[in-house]
């Protein structure tokens, strides 16, 4: 209860701070996107990641006002980096989205005027939803998910793989991209297992049209391994944590630099 309250004075006294992950191309090693994710300056507990509030928001009804805000925040600091060539230019945008969230009637007239307000073309934003809230057969969330599907939005998956459940909805949604959960990614060149489970879905997802995105990538064998699987794209510590738009922005630039002058076969 103590939780919630904080949370609502937080949402209204802008104790919140949209964070950027970058998001890497395996085959050139440059960035190309971002995730916006979440932090709460906290008056007494400091810095809080998702997981310390995110359920307590979930629980209350706040992560609809708190998702909207997220989202807002997200494109207009892109908005912001588009107007200056000196700055991040991200090809896509990638924000999550919950079940709550998908249920809001509002929501897609919220989302348009967002778009309406930034200028920011649609086929940039990537929203982000888990496997588990994919499942969910309900009229609202297929309604929403096609509704954004129309508009020109990518739709990932996130933490695939955990799902416990058919893979049929990757037929059936309007699903543009997987993310592969960090739990296989850790595991890659340790479990001969985990190794095969990306394989076959870099390859399910190949064959299906669909984009990958491997999340929590951290060493340079990873990286490799992905690489040499074909997933496309992904990210995690090995290239950035979760940053302030700010130090994203100089990690973006040095990152360029960076990427420019390291031979072809890195």
Known sequence: LTLEADLRRAIDEGQLEVFFQPVVSLDTGLPTGAEALVRWHHPTRGLLRPADFIPAAEESGLIVPLGQWVYRCAMEQVAAWDADPAMPQLQTIAVNLSSQQLRERRLSLQRQQVVHDTGIDRRRICVEVTETVAMDNSPATRRTLDSM????????????????????????????????????????????????????????ARHLGLQVVAEGVETEEQRAMLTAMGAGAAQGFLWSKPLPAVEFADWWARSAVTTKAAPANR
């Open 149 to 204: 599907h129309r508009d020109g939005l990518q739709i990932a998956i996130d933490d695939f793989g955990t799902g416990y459940s058919s893979l049929a909805y990757l037929k059936s949604l309007p699903v543009t991209t997987v993310k592969i959960d960090r739990r296989f990614v850790a595991d890659l060149g340790a479990s001969p297992e985990s190794g095969v489970i990306v394989a076959v879905i870099v390859d399910m």
